[in-house]
Structures are given as C-alpha cells and as structure tokens.
C-alpha cells in the first residue's frame, strides 16, 4: 500500500490501485471479478484522514459490471474511444463511473470516476484516481480476461 499498484490472489481475481496522499484526500479502486455472479465488481474507497496507508473499505463504494461495462472502459484505455461513462440505477440509488484518458496531462493517464447518490438522501459519495499507463494496461488484460469468462467463451 505504498502508492504502486499491488494485486491480492484470491479465488476470485482482485486487483487494487491504492493512491494514498499526504493531505488525506487520495483513494483506492479494486476490481474484483466473479464469474458465479457474471460480473466485475468495482469497489471504492476513500483514504482515512491522518493516515496515509488506510482506507476506508466498510464505507466503500460499490458497482457491478457486467460485459457491456466492461467492453466501455475496455475501449478507452485501448483509446478507442476518449472517455466513458457508466450509469446504474436501483432502488437503492444510483452508482457511476467515468473513465477518461487525459492525453493533457504529462506524462499522458487516466483518471476514474466512482460515485452513488443514495436514492432516499440524495447524499452523493465521489471518488476519482489516476491511472498510470502500467496501471491501465494490467486492467486492460485484466478485463479482456473477464470479458472471456463471462461470456462463457474460455475456461
């Protein structure tokens, strides 16, 4: 949890890019594929303040992907396409999530957006992180991978 991008093997495949700061206001995105679900699972957290090496994962935020979500940020960090915007609602509320390549920025990334806006408060919980070109290749291979098993394609 220094910064760098660390993977956790489980039996679902997870990947985590923590992106701690001094002032207290960095992040955390983990990925989390399970296939007896039919999904990926990105999960948010915000750092604690005070301290640079916590986050808060009780309070995370939460989205379920399934392969069209997949096939969304796929395309960006393939440059396909410069940015995408994923949108789902429940009755619980809504969760969106913005992935854009910053081609501005030097060197060139991307940055990610996680939100929910509770549906009987309105309250909006956001979360956003860049993405070095490392980080977004491993999750390039990462989400062709689960594009193949969710599709039933692979084994």
Do not use: C
């Not at 495949?13 to 207290?24: A, F, L």
């Amino acid at each position: 949890m220094d910064g760098t991008a660390e993977v956790q093997t489980r039996r679902h495949g997870q990947y985590t890019i923590y992106k701690p700061v001094k002032s207290g206001r960095g992040g955390a995105l983990r990925f989390e594929l399970s296939p007896e679900r039919g999904a990926v699972f990105v999960e948010g957290a915000h750092q604690e303040e005070g301290q640079f090496r916590r986050f808060k994962w009780p309070s995370k935020i939460v989205m379920k992907w399934g392969l069209g979500d997949l096939g969304e940020a796929l395309a960006v960090i393939e440059r396909r396409q410069p940015e995408a915007k994923l949108f789902h609602k429940n009755e619980k509320g809504n969760t969106a999530f913005e992935l854009r390549y910053q081609a501005d920025r030097k060197p060139a990334n991307f940055f990610a957006t996680l939100s929910s806006q509770r549906g009987d408060t309105k309250d909006v919980d956001r979360l956003g992180i860049s993405l070095s070109p490392g980080e977004a290749a491993v999750l390039a291979a990462l989400f062709r991978h689960a594009a193949v098993l969710l599709s039933g394609w692979g084994s």
